[in-house]
């Protein structure tokens, strides 16, 4: 046992790491297989076709047992087994549109198999079906046996039966051959014929006609008989009475049944010979048509007969008066019937009630119905009633209108002076369609109709004055008996900046000199809050800009030295995104007082020192001479060294030439010393000017 299992582990092992069947001889293989249809593929009706299996073996021994399989259809048709390396042949005798499709064929030695490639066979031609009738001749109600048949035709049918074109009957079979049992419901002469159909997948074949076969109903001698009283002149109320019946025949009948009916609406029925029925006339549009049937066997007869109604009364119509009304205002409604048979009925005959009745105060006269309107949609209809006969109006629904509410005014964008802008306007609840007027003061502007839900009206305006904008309101009105009107427009109004002027203020000065403050200040019309910026003309950037809620703003800065001097200006804009220049201003800086005074003294002090060594030079040039012409005469004593240098200036022309210079520096009536620069000054002595003989000072200021 433990031998067989190793064997068979072995096997087993050795056959799935080669890839081969475990039956796998390795004596023989398959090479190909073949098929082919003789005589054609395409082939008439009634053709003897054979195909053909062509099977090529390889192998070293013969005979092999080999086992052939046909399919049509991926079905298997046929199998055989063989032991012999023939061809093998599946034959098909006299082929009917049933033997279409597509064929292959399968060859099976062993372990080992091949199909062939698919092969399709088309079979052309249906024979012409045949028709046989039980009878040619029946009466109304009578069946008919009707056979329908395929000579020579296999496979899956459906035949159908035909009066002229007019398909009576359709039955599916597996045979060539159906029946069906036929009956006519109009007499006289009927012609049938039959067709088939043979059932192929994935689609059908349909044959011709068959013969033609003439058949002959004859009516049945019962007939229905509708009697209506009365017939004319007739109102509604009127009492009618209907009989239905039918007249007695020599012939025998199984089932004899009576049906009345009015309409879709049955009125009674019966198995007796006659009906007879009671009923009160209606008035209806359109006018029903009374029936009597009659059911006999299979056989339905019918007697028809109309009836004219004419009305005591009309239909009311129910209105409202006024066409519109208001939540909780007064209102009628008021029923009415147009038309009165007045042969039969008084109008005062008439009776109208509202319903529903609860909803109305009182009725002030016949159909005239006085109430309050609610403050919800709501149905009425109204009822007429005279002699028994009662009509409903169609309903009227309701609507009470909402007045307006105060409206609500506003502008939705920024408002510019002098720029065109929208006004809005909305109630917040009102029935549509809603009329809303701007006004300005006491002038009517213009009118918006609103028509849609939520639509706001809208104005579009122009103010040329700040406070021309409290003078808008708007008015709502949508038919009701007051207009309301909006508070007046309460916004801000945007003027846009204009007229900047720019001027320097300088505390206690009268002109600007380095290290004194300076102020620039800038004054504009229009609304706050407004953009200052101020620029040194010729500097890109701006020196300072800021945004106030004023019309006035100030520069400071302090002068430090000549390159600030030069033309200012400044800019502003506001909420009007405009932007204009004001004015420049010319800032010239003088040189500080105190560098004057050391420029000045410094000069002074260098011609102090320059007339002095003139004077030295002037007086060594004297001493000179005059010892030159005391060598000649009397040598003079020489001065002690602690004696005072006196100058004597009043006589002398170059000393006084000197003084004049000097004095060029003073203004003879404020006593200042001025380089003739504008605005720049420095306080001196105001007696030096008369002076004619002085001592030089050590310092003088000068521009």
Request: proline share 5%; aromatic share 8%; charged share 20%.
């Amino acid at each position: 046992m433990g031998l067989l299992l190793l064997l068979t582990s072995a096997l087993l092992h050795t056959c799935l790491h080669s890839g081969r069947p475990v039956s796998a001889d390795p004596n023989f293989r398959i090479s190909s297989v073949d098929l082919t249809i003789h005589p054609s593929p395409d082939v008439d009706r009634n053709t003897n076709v054979t195909l053909r299996c062509k099977a090529v073996v390889v192998t070293t021994e013969e005979p092999l047992s080999r086992e052939f399989i046909m399919y049509k259809d991926e079905r298997v048709v046929y199998r055989k087994t063989v032991s012999s390396s023939e061809d093998f042949l599946y034959h098909l005798p006299e082929v009917r549109v049933s033997n279409n499709g597509k064929y292959k064929c399968k060859i099976k030695i062993m372990e080992q198999e091949m199909a062939s490639s698919i092969e399709k066979l088309t079979v052309t031609g249906l024979s012409l079906p045949v028709l046989h009738l039980s009878k040619s001749n029946v009466t109304e109600g009578e069946d008919v046996t009707a056979t329908c048949s395929a000579p020579g035709e296999t496979g899956s049918f459906y035949f159908h039966f035909f009066d002229n074109s007019r398909e009576l009957h359709e039955k599916p079979v597996n045979s060539n051959q159906a029946e069906a049992k036929l009956s006519f419901k109009s007499v006289g002469r009927h012609s049938l014929h039959c067709s088939y159909t043979v059932v192929m997948m994935p689609k059908s074949v349909d044959s011709e006609d068959s013969n033609t076969v003439n058949i002959t109903v004859k009516e049945i001698s019962i007939m229905p008989v509708l009697e209506i009283s009365p017939l004319e002149n007739v109102f509604e109320g009127d009492n009618l009475t209907i009989r239905c019946s039918f007249v007695e025949s020599e012939q025998s009948f199984k089932k004899v049944h009576l049906i009345l009916s009015q309409g879709t609406r049955l009125l009674s029925r019966n198995i007796s010979t006659t009906i007879e029925h009671k009923m009160m006339a209606e008035a209806t549009n359109p006018v029903p048509t009374f029936e009597c049937t009659l059911v006999v066997d299979n056989v339905v007869k019918v007697a028809t007969q109309n009836i004219s109604v004419m009305d005591l009364f009309s239909v009311p119509t129910l209105r409202m008066s006024p066409n519109e009304v208001f939540q909780e205002e007064p209102m009628n409604l008021i029923c009415t019937s147009e038309r009165v048979a007045s042969e039969r009925l008084n109008r005062e005959d008439l009776v109208y009630t509202l319903d529903p009745a609860e909803h109305f105060v009182s009725a002030t006269r016949p159909g005239v119905f006085a109430l309050t309107a609610m403050k919800t949609d709501f149905s009425y209809t109204c009822l007429t009633e005279a002699k028994g006969i009662k009509k409903r109006s169609k309903a009227l629904t309701v609507r009470p209108k909402v007045h307006v509410s105060v409206p609500d005014v506003w502008v939705s964008e920024t408002v510019i002076l002098g720029k065109p802008f929208f006004i809005y306007c909305e109630s917040k609840s009102g029935s549509l369609p809603i009329a809303y007027t701007l006004w300005k003061g006491t002038e009517r502007i213009n009118t918006f109709h609103a028509d849609s839900i939520s639509k706001q009206a809208y104005f579009p305006t122009t103010v040329n004055h700040t406070e021309e904008i409290r003078a808008y309101r708007c008015e709502a009105s949508n038919g009701g008996k007051k207009n309301l009107q909006s508070a007046a427009l309460n916004t801000t109004v945007i003027e846009p900046v204009a007229e900047p002027f720019l001027s320097i203020l300088v505390p206690n000065k009268a002109e600007i000199f380095e290290g004194i403050e300076v102020y620039l200040s800038c004054i504009v019309k229009g609304t706050p809050p407004i953009t200052f910026q101020w620029y040194h003309v010729g500097k890109r950037e701006p020196l300072q800009f800021e945004t106030l809620n004023a019309n006035t703003a100030t520069y400071q800065f302090t002068v430090s030295s000549k390159e600030q001097g030069g033309m200012y200006s400044c800019t502003v804009r506001n909420r009007a995104n405009n932007e204009v220049e004001s004015n420049q201003v010319f800032i010239e800086v003088r040189m500080a007082l105190w560098k004057k005074g050391l420029i000045g003294g410094f000069l002074l002090l260098l011609a102090s020192i320059l007339i002095l060594v003139g004077c030295v030079v002037y007086f060594k040039s004297k001493r000179g001479k005059r010892e030159n012409a005391a060598e000649l005469s009397v040598k003079p004593a020489s001065p002690k060294s602690d004696d005072s240098l006196t100058v004597n200036l009043t006589h002398d022309t170059e000393v006084s030439n000197a003084a004049a210079d000097a004095a060029s520096f003073y203004d003879d009536k404020e006593g200042r010393v001025t380089n003739g620069a504008r605005g720049s000054v420095a306080s001196l002595p105001a007696d030096i000017s008369n002076r004619s003989s002085y001592s030089v000072p050590a310092v003088a200021f000068v521009s």
